[in-house]
């Protein structure tokens, strides 16, 4: 469709994603900034806080980068700004702990860099086709990926400010966290029926490649939990032996607890008689309601094995989430179709941590299950991998590189992730070491036979 021919609803349409886009656009910048820009000073943006993170001002840089090769070279056919500089902003050509060594940008580079490259795009944003097809402007794809992929980096920078030592720089507790609303679930699980459901998305224009195509799965009765496992009940598993107990420990896992000496999830200590958490520099005593978060996949599958359950796979994971039972369909979101709004879910770094179990009643899922959209990302039993009848679309390196590769999926969003990369059909994947990130879990259980 041309965008200025077709009907004057075709027009319209046409103009609000375009609006929305721009919008978008603009509101991840300006977190981007927060992070970095607004929080520290160059010595700080500069420096490697962790081996496993990346400075900073690479994080501001690249997101630039990848917005100037998306939507200025392959999606407006304009020539490069800073070709010289794709190299060291690309991903797989520098490893995290080495990208302090590269003759990166400097802040104030970046920033200039940054603002050239988004002029070009929204100037280029107003002649654009966004109607139907299977380019990557349809349906403003392209755009939904670079805004997706800044917010993913803005999540990934709250992890380097997690491992940043030094004086708090960003806010404490909201105190509108004391007054969330609360439900809490009236039953610990719940059981899903036998029975199929549709899996992934064909509709979706965000979602990625590795959430399509929607295909249909059918899966056995079984019990998943109507929360995530909270800090107190993770306390009741360190308190009974857990981390010294082999039997709990898949091989893998205990050759991992065992070299790493772990004794509780990240973050943690004990002192004074209780537990304490570091959270963006401020210590404070672990919140029992809480879902537990910073702790591995070996973590969550010997808690899940202590408790006589086992991690749910990620199909039992996406029925829970949007499949509901009186209709048969299976919806975008746990409360439905409707974008996520603050009385849904705990997301777009509102309140710097979890939520309580029962914060969010109006984003249950039809079988009763909360809380499954943001908090904490789930660990899920299923290595990633690409569903029946998987194509790349637009590059390999988004998707394909980390097929059965020792990467788990993870499921459901953060309280860190952004409401425009998280939906039900949205997949994550990490190795099953990873603690910085804010991960969590719950359980599942085989049904009993009748």
């Not at 056919?77 to 991903?91: K, S």
Request: proline share 8%; charged share 20%; with cysteine.
């Amino acid at each position: 469709m041309n965008p200025g021919h077709g009907t004057d609803n075709d027009r319209f349409q046409h103009h609000r994603l375009k609006e929305r886009i721009a919008a978008e656009l603009d509101e991840v910048r300006r977190r981007s900034h927060v992070l970095t820009l607004e929080s520290l000073d160059e010595s700080e943006l500069v420096a490697q806080h962790s081996p496993l993170m990346s400075p900073l001002v690479w994080d501001l840089a690249h997101v630039g980068n990848y917005e100037e090769q998306w939507l200025v070279r392959a999606s407006a056919g304009q020539q490069a700004l800073r070709p010289d500089i794709d190299v060291l902003y690309d991903a797989f050509e520098n490893a995290r702990a080495d990208r302090v060594h590269l003759p990166l940008l400097s802040p104030k580079e970046a920033t200039a860099y940054n603002a050239d490259v988004r002029q070009r795009v929204l100037d280029a944003l107003d002649h654009a086709d966004l109607g139907a097809g299977t380019s990557l402007l349809a349906g403003g794809f392209v755009y939904g990926m670079v805004i997706q992929h800044e917010h993913q980096h803005d999540e990934t920078m709250l992890a380097t400010h997690q491992l940043r030592k030094g004086e708090p720089v960003l806010p404490g507790i909201d105190a509108t966290a004391a007054a969330l609303p609360g439900a809490a679930p009236t039953a610990p699980e719940v059981l899903i029926e036998a029975g199929p459901f549709t899996m992934g998305t064909d509709d979706d224009p965000w979602a990625y490649d590795n959430e399509r195509p929607a295909h249909t799965v059918d899966l056995p009765a079984y019990w998943i939990d109507t929360a995530a496992v909270n800090n107190a009940d993770y306390l009741l598993f360190m308190a009974d032996g857990g981390y010294d107990e082999p039997r709990w420990w898949s091989t893998a896992g205990w050759e991992w607890r065992t070299r790493s000496g772990k004794r509780a999830p990240a973050f943690w200590r004990h002192e004074a008689g209780q537990w304490l958490r570091r959270r963006f520099g401020r210590v404070e005593p672990v919140p029992p309601q809480e879902p537990v978060q910073h702790v591995s996949y070996y973590e969550a599958q010997a808690y899940a094995t202590w408790a006589g359950k086992r991690l749910p796979t990620e199909a039992e994971w996406e029925k829970a989430a949007r499949y509901d039972p009186t209709t048969g369909a299976s919806h975008r979101f746990p409360w439905g179709t409707h974008e996520p709004t603050p009385h849904h879910a705990n997301l777009g770094q509102r309140l710097l941590r979890p939520a309580p179990a029962g914060a969010f009643p109006a984003g249950a899922s039809p079988h009763g299950v909360h809380q499954l959209i943001g908090d904490v990302w789930e660990w899920t039993a299923t290595e990633f991998h690409g569903y029946p009848g998987f194509a790349v679309f637009p590059y390999p390196e988004y998707s394909e590189v980390f097929f059965n590769a020792g990467y788990q999926v993870l499921r459901g969003g953060s309280w860190a992730t952004h409401p425009s990369a998280t939906r039900s059909t949205f997949r994550n994947w990490d190795f099953p070491i990873r603690r910085q990130i804010f991960t969590g879990f719950r359980c599942a259980r085989d049904a009993e036979p009748r």
